[in-house]
């Protein structure tokens, strides 16, 4: 075995030994665990030097979801991990059309650092002598920048943490995969059938090169397939502590995007790229384990959640109108999210029903307790993942902390309810336009509260101006969301 086959997978110390890391990582899978702290600057020098690295990327993720980026030298590395990268402020105040919202208050007076986090430290397969570390954005005193997407999401841990809760989460990313043709449109690479192995040869160079480099940088794929939509395809990454799921999606979109570049196709992870064709989700799921990983807080008896279980998931329908904004938050997001399409248009939950906003998988034999996780549906390639991850994870919590008691499972397509068989279980529309819902988060006091004034304030300028931009001419949006995402 070479040195680059191994995967290291970096833990909690608590999670050695536990019946969690048991139940989920095997022997025979010929991984490495490995308990660390914190990686050092050492490791991250020493790296570079190994891999001929000359330039390291400090990225960030703002409110659109754009990931972006200052780059450092390697010899400038050493200084620049203690010091951080400069950064305006009033690049969060940027949209998807990268047009600055004055409204704001950002603009071209005050700045923060990008100070990398180095446990997120990656060399870049798909770009020569390039790495990248995911960054949080400090303030100048050294405190966390209250527009920070990822310190929210930190801050939010911390706080289930005091509740004794260690969470557990991935993301599912659908994605289309096409060529250009000679007038510049995107060609889906094949037009087979739902899971149909066509398409998964026809996309095997991408998918199996994809694998590849997704494993260099420690993310171990879960599961592949081919999706509904011609030329759709997903992948998930193994379940991690929270903040790096978080984490691994942004690298497994980055290099989803490097990669295409290099193998000259066309990527788009887009909620609703194609009218004509099935919209692409990015579904979250989440578990919830003892701060020592030993017992999964979901569970129950028979695959039915915990009164834990059910206070959580509670408490995430009680504010899925606001949230949508977080999770759902482009306007391209909403010709995706519409009845019948299995992406969740009704705020409600369910066992096993893919037209649940909230659903409740079925658990695995012989790792019941293991498997037992929640999966929201109404999540899309256009969110941020620290805050929707974090505004998902409060939610739950305030139905825990507050004791909520969900309305009865769902085990039918709500679309096939009347009106009134609707309004008996509680069954109500969710925002049917990103303008809706801004205006649902808004009303949505516990929501502010976790964003914080100035991130909310500034969270809904910048939404707010997108769905203005895109009001009036579809193609200009089906384009845009196609092409940036």
Sequence with gaps: MTTESIRCVFLPAHFLNST?????????????????????????????????????????????????????????????????????????AMNSLDKPQSDTGLGAVGEVRMVPDLDTFTVLPYV???????????????????????????KVIAEADEMGVSIQAAFETEFYIGNKDYDGRFVPIDTSICFGTDGMNRASKFVSKLVDYLHRQRLQVEQYYAE????????????????????????????????????????????????????????????????FGERNMLWADEGMLSEFGLHFVAGIVEHLPGLLALTAPSVNSYRRLKPKNWASAYKCWGYENREAAVRIPSVYWNHEMASSNIEVKCVDGTANPYLALACIIAAGLDGVRKKLKPPAPVSVDPADLTDDERAELGIVRLPDSLHQALVELEADVFLMKTLGEELANAYIIVKSSEAQAFELDSDFELTHHRMRY
């Design 20 to 92: 969690h890391l048991q139940n989920h990582y095997h022997p025979q899978q010929s991984e490495f665990i490995l308990a660390i702290a914190k990686r050092t600057k050492e490791d991250v020098l020493e790296t570079s030097n190994k891999f001929g690295v000359n330039l390291v990327r400090f990225l960030y993720v703002d409110f659109c979801n754009m990931v972006r980026s200052k780059s450092t030298s390697l010899p400038r590395l050493k200084d620049r991990i203690d010091s951080g990268i400069g950064l305006v402020k009033g690049q969060l």
């Design 128 to 154: 020569g002598t390039t790495a990248a570390a995911i960054c949080d954005l400090i303030e100048l005193d050294k405190k966390p920048w209250a527009l920070c997407p990822r310190s929210l999401l930190k």
């Design 228 to 291: 509904l939509g011609h030329g759709q395809h997903e992948v998930s990454i193994t379940h991690q502590p929270a903040l790096t799921a978080a984490d691994q999606y942004v690298l497994l979109r980055e290099t989803l995007r490097g990669l295409a570049l290099e193998q000259d196709v066309l990527i788009t992870c887009a909620p609703k790229p194609f009218e004509e064709q099935p919209g692409s989700g990015c579904h979250v799921h989440l578990s919830l384990w003892d701060r």
